[in-house]
């Protein structure tokens, strides 16, 4: 794979006209002419169906009706605030860090960035929620797009903001929790309400987050030269992939309370963040080897010959290099782990898929199950696409080359 | 590197005496979490008045099956409960490798096609299936697809003829007896005939110059061959419908469970197989056509013995974990009610609350499964690695 620089598009020769283009791409051969023909019968066929059936037989009302559910589930909607401030929390720090990234750029708004605001904020208006919900989203994309502005100009002055805007996310996984659990002065809020897209968001963020030093433990100890660590820590990686994720879910839920003493009987939304984070370690440790493995020896024996012991030289040079190759696999990682946590719906816990399936179950709604579906799996598939779209902007950010 | 002799090294200053006593730390937090959730088992089982041990398998089963390709009642054994459940899990794998592959090869050779719509719907595909969750695609294969079709009595009768209802899908096929297995046997033996034919063809082509011909009739006759025991040696039987509405003898009958998630599982993982297949075959340089075209292969010819071998070495190392993925997933056929190992184990774990030994008998069979998976696929890509001289 090349990498092409964006300045230097290629020259473009006249457009072709329509025609010239549908014969040199459709119909160039009696075989691709017959193929386009098929295809675009079928295609056609199937599309007029849909759209008959979405604008006619279709029950729509299941979306906005239980709009609040598929979103946060049964959360106390008198603390529904504590989520929007969350929100705009997590708005702010995701726009400084994009001014922080886009900081060498000349327009900070290109046309992509403005479109994709212009669309998040149509959907904001025309949201079938009360006004308040409307206003507090378009106000969460002015956050973001005024502190992405804010996060150029203010990146241009002081160089090492990136550094303290790290800092600034893993505080605000902490304050997030606090302000979602409550405790510490804020009403506190049981895990039995945590469901919806909320419990999705928690249940992965949260997994992610706490597999990554097991993780990368399980990596560096399986490139290890000591036997023993070398050894366990295959076994772990290799045991955890070789199991299906759905076993050890239910080995969360029915094991966990038997290998702990009696009485300690963790609620079952940690069970299964105990669960996936005891899973993703394993994955995790593989991509951390991969890039592991990608590092040249003369990095090593460079920082043993200054004078660094092992876990200096690990610290200090090998583990930084290796995690910033490794970050791509990682999000993809994170990726799969957001489609993954649908999993806990069959043992009980209500996600979005969940509660999805526990609204279609409950009276006016049972069987509309094609709207539902149709309309969570959009929701997944635009979360999943736009992130790896964002993985690889972020990976042509941060591919400084050597 | 190594310091004189004469000079002593203090013990806390030699890197090989911390290396050991790192280990054996390391050796005794694990081991020492281990006994301590061991411990903890012991103590909850002894509450619970159970005893570690698989006697439980030979017991009667008494719960019932769906489906299954053995004769099976709920009077029987444990274990015969679980040779179902394997037989089950190794249906939708083992026709799911093959249909997977075909599919995965066929989306990614047509993400290279010159027809621009067959492209784009490529692209489409992939990027549909891979970017939202497996379990939300099987349950819409089964609830929303496949439960669509007519009860019994209106079922749809397809030309072939195949009928399609709740209960489930027939196909024909061919009659069961020894003459059937015999007309296998032969169809296998043509079919290693006319690769061996094809070799040594393409063998005379390339060094010899030779035109072809004469294996290119052999060839023919052996495809006419096969075409005859096909069509009517095998003596397919179609689907009967009997008196009653939802009596149907006769033919293959596939249930809607088993369709969706095999459907479900193929058509997820050929996405990934797909983008594999892509990045293979653009991994091989352009300069690789262009040579073997000069050479004078033949378009068709530069692909099978010059492209095609150096991509399937970038192909078939990230095909095993696809692979093991297939069978891991087919573990989800739980959620729509398909009776494979995961959910027999599951109903067992239930019946005798006897999670230490389900599990670990459930978690050994995966493993065994992805080790041979593993290690087919190993001798695989040994077998298509570049050979250094």
Redesign the interface.
């Known amino acids: 794979m090349t990498a092409t620089s964006p300045t230097t598009a290629p020259l473009r020769g006249p457009q072709p006209t329509p025609i010239a283009w549908l014969q040199k791409?459709?119909f160039?051969s009696w075989f691709?002419s017959i193929?386009?023909l098929v295809?675009?019968g079928i295609?056609a066929w199937a599309l007029i169906n849909l759209v008959t059936w979405a604008l006619t037989d279709a029950r729509w009302e299941v979306i906005p009706a239980n709009l609040p559910l598929y979103f946060v589930g049964r959360y106390p909607s008198d603390q529904y605030w504590r989520l929007w401030i969350a929100l705009g929390l997590i708005s702010a720090l995701a726009g400084l860090s994009w001014g922080v990234l886009a900081r060498n750029v000349s327009f900070l708004f290109t046309r992509g960035a403005l479109i994709i605001l212009g669309v998040l904020a149509v959907i904001g208006v025309l949201m079938p929620t009360p006004p308040l919900y409307r206003f507090l989203t378009v106000s969460l994309i002015l956050i973001c797009a005024v502190t992405a502005w804010l996060g150029r100009s203010l990146a241009r002055q002081l160089p090492n903001l990136g550094q303290w805007l790290s800092l600034g996310w893993i505080a605000s996984f902490f304050v997030v929790l606090w302000l979602i659990s409550g405790g510490l002065g804020l009403p506190p809020v049981s895990t039995n309400a945590w469901t919806g897209l909320l419990l999705t968001l928690l249940l992965s963020v949260v997994s992610t987050v706490l597999s990554f030093p097991l993780g990368v433990i399980l990596a560096l100890g399986r490139q290890s030269s000591?036997?023993?660590?070398r050894w366990?820590s295959t076994i772990y990686i290799e045991?955890v992939r070789?199991?299906?994720?759905?076993?050890i879910l239910?080995?969360g839920q029915?094991?966990i309370?038997?290998?702990?003493?009696?009485g300690a009987r963790p609620d079952r939304v940690v069970r299964a963040i105990a669960a996936l984070t005891l899973f993703t370690a394993a994955y995790l440790a593989e991509n951390v080897r991969g890039g592991l493995q990608a590092i040249p020896r003369g990095q090593v024996e460079a920082a043993r010959s200054l004078g660094l012991n092992t876990p200096l030289t690990m610290g200090f040079i090998v583990l930084p290099q290796a995690l910033k190759i490794a970050i791509p696999a990682i999000v993809g990682q994170f990726?799969s782990l957001f489609?993954?946590t649908?999993?806990v719906?069959?043992v009980g816990l209500l996600e979005l898929?969940g509660i999805s399936?526990a609204i279609i179950s409950t009276p006016p709604f049972i069987g509309l199950?094609?709207e539902t579906?149709l309309f969570?799996?959009l929701l997944?598939?635009v979360l999943?696409?736009s992130m790896?779209i964002g993985s690889r902007k972020i990976e042509e950010k941060l591919h400084t080359g050597h | 590197m190594t310091s004189p002799s004469e000079i002593r090294v203090p013990l806390w200053r030699d890197d090989r005496f911390w290396?050991i006593v790192?280990?054996?730390v390391?050796?005794a937090l694990?081991f020492g979490l281990l006994a301590l959730?061991i411990g903890?088992?012991n103590?909850?089982?002894r509450?619970q008045g159970l005893q570690f041990s698989f006697n439980f398998l030979r017991n009667s089963a008494s719960f019932s099956i769906g489906e299954s390709l053995i004769p099976y009642s709920p009077s029987n054994t444990y274990i015969r409960a679980f040779l179902v459940g394997i037989l089950n899990t190794l249906r939708v794998i083992l026709v799911g490798f093959v249909l997977t592959t075909l599919l995965g090869v066929l989306a990614g050779v047509a993400s290279f096609s010159?027809?621009?719509?067959?492209r784009k719907?490529s692209v489409v595909y992939v990027?549909?299936v891979?970017?939202?969750?497996?379990?939300?695609q099987l349950?819409?294969w089964y609830?929303?697809v496949f439960l669509s079709l007519p009860d019994a009595r209106n079922r749809l009768v397809l030309p072939g003829p195949i009928f399609a209802s709740k209960n489930g899908i027939y196909l024909p096929w061919p009659a069961q007896g020894p003459l059937f297995w015999v007309w296998l046997a032969t169809l296998v033996g043509l079919a290693i005939a006319a690769w061996l034919v094809v070799q040594q063809r393409t063998r005379a082509m390339v060094e010899r110059a030779a035109s072809g011909r004469p294996q290119q009739r052999i060839l023919i006759g052996i495809g006419v061959a096969a075409l005859l025991v096909l069509v009517v040696a095998m003596n397919w039987q179609g689907p009967q419908a009997g008196e009653a509405a939802n009596q149907i003898t006769g033919g293959l009958r596939l249930s809607l469970e088993y369709l969706a998630i095999l459907v479900g599982l193929v058509v997820y993982t050929g996405a990934f197989i797909a983008e594999i297949v892509r990045s293979g075959i653009q991994s091989v340089s352009k300069g690789q056509w262009e040579a073997a075209r000069s050479l004078g292969l033949k378009s068709g010819q530069s692909m099978q013995l010059v492209v095609l071998p150096q991509a399937l070495r970038v192909i078939i190392p990230p095909l095993n974990s696809q692979y093991?993925n297939l069978a891991?997933?087919s573990?989800?056929g739980?959620?729509i009610g398909y009776p494979d190992i995961?959910s027999v184990s599951?109903t067992s774990?239930n019946q005798t609350g006897r999670?230490?030994e389900v599990?670990m008998l459930?978690?050994s069979i995966?493993?065994l499964a992805?080790?041979v998976i593993s290690l087919i696929m190993n001798t695989l890509n040994r077998s298509v690695q570049f050979k250094e001289r």
């Open positions: 791409n459709l160039n691709n193929l386009t295809l675009g295609l000591l036997p023993v660590v366990l045991l070789g199991v299906p994720l759905l076993a239910f080995m029915v094991m309370p038997l290998f702990l003493p009696e990726i489609q993954d649908t999993l719906s069959i898929l399936r199950t094609r579906y969570i799996g997944y598939w999943c696409y790896s | 290396k790192f280990q054996i390391v050796a694990v959730f903890n088992l103590e909850n089982m509450r010159d027809n621009w719509l067959l719907l990027e549909i891979r970017n939202t969750p497996l379990l939300l349950i819409f609830f929303p093991m891991k997933n573990s989800l739980l959620a995961f599951q774990l999670p230490l599990f459930m978690g995966y493993l992805n080790l």
